[in-house]
């Protein structure tokens, strides 16, 4: 595996990331910015957060294995969600672990939360981009 993911000693350690990614391959995958959509370009969970953030979740593993890799590969992901609030924080983790557990996967490398005020479609409520790193 080209990434080792540290919680290193003197920063605050969450269940939702990693603080450090280490990386060791050669290969850079860089995935655009994965919003809602399933392959047809119909979006998926209309006004549904969770599972906004599932299907994102599940595009990104989907083009990481057509580059040959997975989510044990990714070194940084960027998350953007529409009016942020704290109290959407479950609603995205709620996201995340239904994406995990239909991937077999955690997906905890580092990570970076933005509010934006829209996205590209008015219906989509966030997107998630990865970067990866494959031996």
């Known amino acids: 595996m080209a990434i080792t993911l540290v919680n290193p000693r003197g920063l605050p350690e969450t269940g939702a990331y990693r603080q450090v990614a280490v990386a060791s391959g050669s290969k850079l995958v860089f995935v655009?910015?994965?919003?809602?959509?399933?392959?047809?370009?119909?979006?998926?969970?209309a006004g549904d957060l969770a599972a906004q953030v599932e299907q994102c979740y599940?595009?990104?593993?989907?083009?990481l294995a057509a580059a040959g890799g997975s989510f044990a590969d990714v070194a940084k992901l960027t998350v953007y969600v529409v009016d942020w609030t704290p109290d959407k924080m479950p609603l995205l983790m709620q996201g995340v672990e239904r994406a995990a557990a239909r991937l077999g996967a955690t997906p905890v490398p580092p990570a970076s939360l933005l509010g934006v005020a829209a996205l590209d479609?008015?219906?989509h409520l966030v997107e998630v981009e990865a970067t990866a790193v494959l031996d």
């Open 121 to 123: 479609v008015p219906e």
């Open 32 to 45: 655009a910015g994965q919003v809602a959509w399933d392959a047809d370009g119909t979006t998926v969970g």
């Open 58 to 63: 599940l595009n990104i593993a989907t083009a």
